[in-house]
């Protein structure tokens, strides 16, 4: 830390979490573009806020309108984009709030990166479905702007996608229904003893 920054205290975190009935924690969904995070992120927000807990997502798309806004795909970039969501998450993660963050995040570099950062708050979700699936789906119509070469540093046809080796939860949404993969999130959830 810079010596000439002097951080202020904060009420603790477990008063927060009293509070809200609920363990800070950030559940961070990686896979392609069209894989399902958002999908199912909103799902799981959705019960969450049913039962009265308290979630904030952070979804990549959404964060480069605004804090992320100046940044592009390079890996550089992504890099950046990685270390303020993860920055962001980890002041709301200590005041209690469960974070639902949903970034491509295509390199395990990238995800260190975030667990670095977050530490033990961190679960990594692995939101899984090929890119022929993700072409087909093309909720964006991100992937026929590719193959038209209209978007640059596009992940899994210009630059890879290395899949997640140890994550905390895979969701292969090829096979389960979002409310299937929302299902195994509050699960997760409720094994960690993160919300009920
Ligand atoms: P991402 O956030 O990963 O870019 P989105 O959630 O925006 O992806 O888009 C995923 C698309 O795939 C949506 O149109 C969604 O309706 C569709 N879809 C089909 N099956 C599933 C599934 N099992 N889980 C999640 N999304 C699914």
Same mark, same amino acid.
Not at 37 to 62: M, P, Y
Not at 66 to 81: K, Q
Not at 90 to 106: D, E, F, Q, R, Y
């Given at each position: 830390?810079?010596? =000439?920054?002097?951080?202020?205290?904060?009420?603790?975190?477990?008063?927060?979490?009293?509070? &809200?009935?609920?363990?800070? %924690?950030?559940?961070? +969904?990686?896979?392609?573009? #069209? %894989?399902?995070? %958002?999908?199912?992120?909103?799902?799981?927000?959705?019960?969450?806020? =049913?039962?009265? @807990?308290?979630?904030? @997502?952070?979804?990549?798309?959404?964060?480069?309108?605004?804090?992320?806004?100046?940044?592009? +795909?390079?890996?550089?970039?992504?890099? /950046?984009?990685?270390? @303020?969501?993860? /920055?962001?998450?980890?002041?709301?993660?200590?005041? #209690?709030?469960?974070?639902?963050?949903?970034?491509?995040?295509?390199?395990?570099?990238?995800? =260190?990166? $975030?667990?670095?950062?977050?530490?033990? =708050? +961190?679960?990594?979700?692995?939101?899984? $479905?090929?890119?022929?699936?993700?072409?087909?789906?093309?909720?964006?119509? &991100?992937?026929?702007?590719?193959?038209?070469?209209?978007?640059?540093? +596009?992940?899994?046809?210009?630059?890879?996608?290395?899949?997640?080796?140890?994550?905390?939860?895979?969701?292969?949404?090829?096979?389960?229904?979002?409310?299937?993969?929302?299902?195994?999130?509050? /699960?997760?959830?409720?094994?960690? #003893?993160?919300? &009920?």
């Amino acid at each position: 830390m810079r010596i =000439d920054i002097h951080p202020h205290e904060t009420l603790p975190r477990h008063a927060k979490e009293v509070l &809200l009935g609920q363990k800070g %924690s950030v559940l961070w +969904f990686c896979g392609l573009s #069209g %894989s399902g995070k %958002s999908t199912i992120a909103a799902a799981v927000e959705q019960v969450l806020h =049913d039962k009265g @807990r308290f979630c904030v @997502r952070l979804d990549g798309d959404n964060l480069r309108t605004g804090l992320n806004g100046n940044l592009g +795909f390079s890996d550089d970039d992504r890099l /950046e984009n990685i270390r @303020r969501t993860a /920055e962001l998450a980890k002041i709301l993660a200590s005041n #209690g709030v469960i974070v639902l963050c949903s970034l491509i995040t295509p390199r395990g570099a990238f995800r =260190d990166l $975030a667990r670095g950062i977050l530490e033990n =708050d +961190f679960a990594e979700i692995y939101v899984k $479905a090929d890119y022929a699936t993700c072409e087909a789906r093309d909720p964006k119509g &991100l992937y026929a702007k590719a193959n038209e070469g209209n978007v640059k540093n +596009f992940t899994g046809r210009d630059s890879a996608f290395e899949e997640p080796q140890d994550p905390e939860l895979v969701l292969d949404t090829e096979a389960l229904s979002v409310d299937d993969a929302a299902f195994e999130v509050l /699960e997760y959830l409720r094994s960690e #003893g993160i919300a &009920l």
